[in-house]
Nanobody, 122 residues
Framework: QVQLVESGGGLVQAGGSLRLSCAAS????????MGWFRQAPGKEREFVAG????????YYADPVKGRFTISRDNAKNTMYLQMNSLKPEDTADYYC???????????????WGKGTLVTVSS
């Protein structure tokens, strides 16, 4: 059974940093792309960042470019999202996802985690 489990969310002041983790299990993801989406209260889910598991190619949504960094550790089957210079508008539930598609499209993803809440206070 495939599982994606996020961790690392929490409350942080504006300008602070958090690192999210996504531990993957249940299959090999070498041919997959993985990434992060987020959903703020009352808003649609939106793409944040993506990475190809094998090559490590990355891309980001414009609002987070230069502030967020996505990475993965193949040996640990874990993906990370380092978030710096956080803003109140980054407040959302952050979801880890995996799929055999590139670029990432939320309707085409195969697996989702349950999410981790990030709250940025002003």
């Amino acid at each position: 059974q495939v599982q994606l489990v996020e961790s690392g969310g929490g409350l942080v002041q504006a300008g602070g940093s958090l690192r999210l983790s996504c531990a993957a299990s249940g299959r090999t993801f070498s041919s997959y792309a993985m990434g992060w989406f987020r959903q703020a209260p009352g808003k649609e889910r939106e793409f944040v960042a993506g990475i190809t598991w094998r090559q490590g190619s990355t891309y980001y949504a414009d609002p987070v470019k230069g502030r967020f960094t996505i990475s993965r550790d193949n040996a640990k089957n874990t993906m990370y999202l380092q978030m710096n210079s956080l803003k109140p508008e980054d407040t959302a539930d952050y979801y880890c996802t995996a799929g055999n598609t590139w670029p990432l499209r939320d309707y085409a993803m195969d697996y989702w985690g349950k999410g981790t809440l990030v709250t940025v206070s002003s």
